[in-house]
């Protein structure tokens, strides 16, 4: 059994581990990590607490996948509501879609009587204030939104701006394989922007018979490759688990990357339960694991990659 999480995930693995311990599965450890993850007003890149869009309001992208079935789950722009993992993995399990987004999201929150929540904090709300006081004349912070927002989200790729994100991934006793992915997405994005958390194959892909992988960073760039969906074939075709985020890692190093600054940090697991992380950022983040015979979850850094 074993159990990593990104950053920020600290809030959640030692609930994921007490699913696992229990003999739960690997769905159930993700999605219950993931939520106090969302819970975590602390944490501005996640659910209550993210930050919000150029507009003011936050909108929650997530995604679920599990490695047994290849059954996935995900919402995207979901505004005022607490977990948007639950969420999406009842769109998993009661339509026979995969990915609601928007009011149409919501919609199908109110009817499984999902927690509702405001999700814009007090704090939260004076740092897009001072964004917004930092970056745009008085004469247009007046009437605020202009007509064209377009001008301004692309102030917004600056690499100050938090773009966090978390991944759970956990094996259950039985082998099984799943992933969690929950975000509020780019802090002051253009309103309905989605990234690559809530698009299976490149936030999150998992499959019990070869591993599983998710990101975190420029979801932009990890959609163009589709990266989680690739690290998982790479070990499918026979690369072990370090080849397999290496190579996905250099898909990335060869787009045209000029206008985000930024990176994307991976972590994933095999077949067997082996962990590994890595980033193209110049700082490794960090990321907590806990596998069968650990008296606690530890933390570990992610082995960096150049994309030069």
């Known amino acids: 059994?074993?159990?990593?999480?990104?950053?920020?995930?600290?809030?959640?693995?030692?609930?994921?581990v007490e699913v696992l311990r229990s003999g739960?599965?690997?769905?159930?450890?993700?999605?219950?990590?993931?939520?106090?993850?969302?819970?975590?007003?602390?944490?501005?890149?996640?659910?209550?607490?993210?930050?919000?869009?150029?507009?003011?309001e936050v909108e929650l992208d997530a995604s679920i996948m599990d490695g047994r079935t290849l059954a996935t789950g995900a919402v995207?722009?979901?505004?005022?509501?607490?977990?948007?993992?639950?969420?999406?993995?009842?769109?998993?399990?009661?339509?026979?879609?995969?990915?609601?987004?928007?009011?149409?999201?919501?919609?199908f929150a109110r009817?499984?009587?999902?927690?509702e929540a405001e999700l814009l904090t007090p704090e939260a709300r004076q740092?897009?204030?001072?964004?917004?006081?930092?970056?745009?004349?008085?004469?247009?912070?007046?009437?605020?939104?202009p007509r064209e927002l377009a001008p301004w989200a692309r102030l917004t790729a600056q690499?100050?701006?938090?773009?966090?994100?978390?991944?759970?991934?956990?094996?259950?006793?039985?082998?099984?394989?799943?992933?969690?992915?929950?975000?509020?997405?780019?802090?002051l994005k253009y309103p309905g922007r989605l990234g690559d958390s809530p698009i299976v194959g490149a936030g999150n892909y998992c499959d019990d018979r070869y591993g599983a992988a998710a990101c975190t960073g420029v979801g932009e760039w990890t959609i163009r490759c589709g990266t989680a969906r690739a690290i998982v074939l790479y070990m499918k075709l026979g690369y072990s688990i370090e080849a397999a985020c290496e190579e996905a890692a250099r898909e990335l190093a060869a787009l045209d990357r000029s206008s985000i600054q930024g990176g994307v940090n991976i972590l994933a697991l095999d077949r067997?339960?082996?962990?590994?992380?890595?980033?193209?950022?110049?700082?490794?983040?960090?990321?907590?694991?806990?596998?069968?015979?650990?008296?606690?979850?530890?933390?570990?850094q992610a082995q960096r990659i150049a994309m030069d």
């Open 76 to 107: 995207g722009a979901l505004r005022g509501f607490r977990h948007p993992i639950t969420v999406a993995r009842r769109v998993m399990e009661e339509l026979p879609h995969v990915l609601l987004v928007g009011e149409g999201a919501a919609r």
């Open 1 to 16: 059994m074993i159990v990593l999480a990104s950053e920020g995930g600290e809030v959640g693995i030692g609930a994921a």
């Open 159 to 187: 690499p100050r701006l938090p773009r966090g994100t978390v991944n759970v991934l956990a094996q259950d006793r039985a082998g099984h394989l799943a992933v969690a992915v929950s975000t509020s997405g780019w802090a």
């Open 127 to 145: 740092r897009w204030q001072e964004w917004l006081g930092e970056n745009v004349p008085e004469e247009v912070r007046r009437a605020w939104p």
């Open 272 to 300: 067997w339960g082996k962990p590994y992380a890595v980033t193209t950022r110049d700082r490794p983040p960090t990321y907590v694991l806990w596998e069968e015979g650990m008296q606690a979850p530890e933390e570990r």
């Open 111 to 115: 009817e499984i009587g999902a927690e």
């Open 24 to 56: 739960g599965t690997a769905l159930d450890a993700v999605e219950a990590a993931t939520r106090l993850v969302e819970a975590d007003s602390s944490n501005h890149t996640v659910g209550v607490g993210g930050l919000p869009n150029l507009l003011g």
